[in-house]
Nanobody, 122 residues
Framework: QVQLVESGGGLVQAGGSLRLSCAAS????????MGWFRQAPGKEREFVAA????????YYADSVKGRFTISRDNAKKEVYLQMNSLKPEDTAVYYC???????????????WGQGTQVTVSS
C-alpha cells in the first residue's frame, strides 16, 4: 500500500502562486511514478501533471503547460506542484496520485490522496 497526503492548498488571487506538496509513505514509494489530478465542482477529475520515478520524464495537461511545474524529492518521499500565474479556472480540489508506471499514473493511478482545495479568486 502507498499512502499519500497532500498539503499547501489555499486561497490565492488570480496571477498568484501556490506550491502543493504530497508526502508519500508505504512500500517502494521511491519507484513509483507520481502525478497530480484536479476536480472542479460539477466536473470530472482531470489529469494535471505527472513525473517518472527518476524525474527524467514529466507530462502536463495543455491547460497548465508553462505555468505549473511538477518535481519530486525521493529522499524525502515527496512530490510537489508549483503553480504560477493561477487563474480562476484552476480552482479545484487537487489530488496526488501514484502508480508503478507513468503511463498508468496519467490515466488510472492505483493510489490517491485525500485532496487539497485550491481556490483562485478573480
Amino acid at each position: 500500500q502507498v499512502q499519500l497526503v497532500e498539503s499547501g492548498g489555499g486561497l490565492v488571487q488570480a496571477g498568484g502562486s501556490l506550491r502543493l506538496s504530497c508526502a508519500a509513505s508505504g512500500r517502494t514509494v521511491v519507484n513509483n511514478a507520481m502525478g497530480w489530478f484536479r476536480q472542479a465542482p460539477g466536473k470530472e477529475r482531470e489529469f494535471v501533471a505527472a513525473i517518472s520515478w527518476s524525474a527524467l520524464r514529466t507530462y502536463y495537461a495543455d491547460s497548465v503547460k508553462g505555468r505549473f511545474t511538477i518535481s519530486r524529492d525521493n529522499a524525502k518521499k515527496e512530490v510537489y506542484l508549483q503553480m504560477n500565474s493561477l487563474k480562476p479556472e484552476d480552482t479545484a480540489v487537487y489530488y496526488c496520485a501514484a502508480d508503478n508506471a507513468i503511463g498508468v499514473v496519467t490515466t488510472r493511478p492505483s493510489y490517491w490522496g485525500q485532496g487539497t482545495q485550491v481556490t483562485v479568486s478573480s
